[in-house]
């Protein structure tokens, strides 16, 4: 009944609905929301103000476009970029950004203090294909990262976004549609890395009241950044070959069906995820789904647009092993009643979008 109140209402950030709804869950005995220790830090909007946002690891595919996106909504100087690489010119001068290593505590806890932040969107990883190539390095940034991230945002009250990935299902999951709540034995060390996050941000969340928020992330296409290394990287590099010379090598069979996301579905389901008030969140990791296709699927509908688009296969053990494990589809449907998720782009409106802005003069504009 809430629930339909606070849509009827809107499911944007509304302060007084959400001070509100907190106030009748405090006297609702029977709420299934609230934290083990019976607190949710409240690091939104108590005062008013707009939350100042740390981004880490905000140099790769999806970090430029969360900002941008944010700084809209809150402000330009409210959202903060932080990379371990120099960020190029247009990043740079586009709004506040800094230097941070997620494995320096120290001043990962400075950067936190000085610039008085209040939420924290957790973007630094290895990912998958890169992961198994180098597993000491994953461990170190996926793990121990991320443990210093919950520690900081529990000692200072951050509302913390941590995204995980269909790579968090493995070979024994349920793979058409993979729902929120199945077995999850990943083969990958990005996949073990990301069931760890869930859990801990869920048991932080339950042992310390901090307000860890999830979603799993299908594969993300953009257009004006550069995928890092993920197993579903092909669907992006495809578009870029397909402009340039007609011609594309796929590192994944034909057949392989995997869930994919358009950017701009991905940023903005985290900005409605970071807003929605906690206690409409009956969980806190939830599966996101747009779409599902695969490579031979995809090289049609860019066919009906480029039809001298020649596409060939030389299928990397690696990834394919990988892709073999991961869902084919995800299951949202808890996302979508809770806190109102809907995707915009289905493929065409992927291929058509995606066409557009990479034309032969407009090509990835790389954040390295
Ligand atoms: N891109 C996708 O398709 C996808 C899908 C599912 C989930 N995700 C998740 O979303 C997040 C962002 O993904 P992305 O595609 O932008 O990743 P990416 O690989 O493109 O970027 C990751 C960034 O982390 C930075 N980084 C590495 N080590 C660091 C350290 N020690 N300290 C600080 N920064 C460090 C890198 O420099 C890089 O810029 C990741 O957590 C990823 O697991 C991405």
């Known amino acids: 009944m809430l629930r339909g109140a606070l849509k009827t209402v809107g499911s944007r950030s509304q302060c007084g609905v959400e001070q509100l709804i907190s106030a009748l869950r405090g006297v609702s005995s029977s709420s299934q929301q609230l934290s083990g220790s019976g607190r949710t830090h409240a690091s939104s909007c108590t005062d008013g103000d707009p939350p100042k946002i740390l981004i880490t690891g905000g140099l790769g595919q999806l970090g430029v476009g969360l900002a941008s996106l944010l700084r809209r909504r809150f402000g330009k100087n409210n959202v903060i970029l932080s990379d371990i690489r120099k960020p190029p010119n247009h990043i740079y001068h586009s709004g506040p950004f800094i ?110 009241g901090l307000d860890f928020r999830c979603l799993r992330y299908p594969g993300i296409i953009s257009a004006d950044s550069q995928p890092g290394g993920g197993t579903t990287d092909y669907a992006v590099q495809i578009f870029h070959a397909a402009v340039k010379s007609g011609h594309f090598e796929c590192n994944l069979r034909s057949d392989t069906q995997l869930p994919m996301m358009y950017i701009d579905d991905c940023v903005r389901a985290t900005l409605e995820f970071l807003e929605a008030p906690a206690d409409t969140l009956v969980s806190r990791t939830y599966n996101i789904n747009a779409m599902s296709f695969t490579p031979q699927d995809l090289t049609q509908e860019i066919q009906k647009v480029l039809p001298d688009l020649r596409v060939t296969y030389n299928v990397d053990p690696v990834r394919q092993a990988i892709a073999d494990g991961w869902p084919m589809a995800l299951e949202d449907s808890a996302a979508r009643r809770d806190w109102g998720w809907k995707h915009e782009y289905d493929l065409p409106e992927l291929v058509q979008t995606m066409l557009t802005h990479i034309t032969p003069g407009n090509q990835v504009a790389q954040a390295n």
Not at 133 to 144: F, G, H, P, R, Y
Not at 151 to 158: K, M, R, S
Not at 159 to 173: L, N, W
Request: glycine share 6%; proline share 5%; aromatic share 10%.
């Open 99 to 208: 230097f941070s290593d997620i494995l320096d505590s120290k001043n990962l806890r400075e950067l936190i203090v000085n610039n008085n932040i209040s939420w924290l969107v957790h973007y630094s990883a290895v990912l998958s294909a890169v992961g198994e190539n180098n597993v000491a390095l994953a461990k170190e940034v996926n793990i121990t990262g991320l443990h210093n991230i919950l520690d900081i945002a529990t000692e200072h009250g951050l509302r913390v976004f941590v995204p995980s990935t269909i790579g968090a299902f493995g070979p024994s999951s349920p793979r058409d549609p993979t729902p929120d709540l199945c077995v999850q034995r990943p083969r990958t060390i990005y996949g073990v890395s990301k069931v760890h996050a869930e859990l801990m941000g869920e048991y932080y969340h339950y042992r310390y």
